[in-house]
């Protein structure tokens, strides 16, 4: 009875602080509305390849960034275990995998680049 109380309490000061979390980014988003004139930042397909480029290379390099740290983490604190080892193995993979492709992606947008005979 008592560990339901204390989750009870728990759960309800959760609650609290997500209705706390927002109100304070719906008072912040409505005294700050202003118009907002959208201004195309592209003006040529040559610098929309190359936003493309630099999007993948990012998201590629944090995707695998982020399957390295796991992976280190599963060996670090389950090192001992085969099946935690063989799991560690498959998320360097990927991230090897995400690093190859966020290093290709030049080459990617250099081939659509001379397909649509944009130089």
Same mark, same amino acid.
Do not use: Y
């Given at each position: 009875? &008592? ?115 944009? &130089?």
């Amino acid at each position: 009875m &008592r560990l339901n109380r204390s989750i009870r309490n728990s759960s309800q000061v959760l609650i609290l602080i997500e209705l706390v979390i927002l109100l304070l980014v719906v008072t912040t988003s409505t005294a700050s509305a202003q118009t907002v004139h959208v201004v195309a930042l592209a003006s040529t397909l040559n610098e929309v390849l190359t936003n493309i480029r630099n999007w993948i290379i990012g998201i590629a390099a944090a995707i695998a960034t982020v399957c390295f740290s796991i992976g280190g983490l599963r060996l670090l604190i389950n090192g001992s275990e085969p099946g935690e080892v063989d799991k560690a193995k498959a998320s360097f993979k990927s991230g090897g995998v995400g690093f190859a492709i966020a290093m290709l992606a030049p080459l990617v947008v250099a081939i659509l680049k001379t397909l649509i005979g944009d &130089r």
